[in-house]
């Protein structure tokens, strides 16, 4: 059973916007920055990893876009 190549598709343009949010999180200012470590959680990490995280996301959704589009980068047997 295949899976549609649509699904791949919305997965990847949801992940490509987290990303982007994420990558939107590491612009934040010294206040904005000292605010959210207090809160903790999700936003009281260090703005690089905000920023590297958001990077990796951007090339996860980018390669299931280009699934969705039919061309296969890793062929499993």
């Known amino acids: 059973m295949r899976i549609p190549s649509w699904i791949f598709g919305a997965i990847g343009a949801l ?3 987290f990303g982007i949010w994420r990558i939107r999180l590491s612009r934040r200012n010294l206040e904005e920055d000292q605010a ?3 809160r903790g959680g999700l936003y009281g990490v260090n ?5 590297l995280i958001g990077c990796l996301y951007l090339l996860l ?4 876009l280009i699934e969705a589009f039919g061309i296969r980068l890793v062929r499993f047997r």
């Open 36 to 38: 959210a470590k207090r």
């Open 61 to 64: 959704g980018a390669y299931l």
């Open 47 to 51: 703005r690089r990893t905000h920023l």
């Open 15 to 17: 992940v490509i916007v």
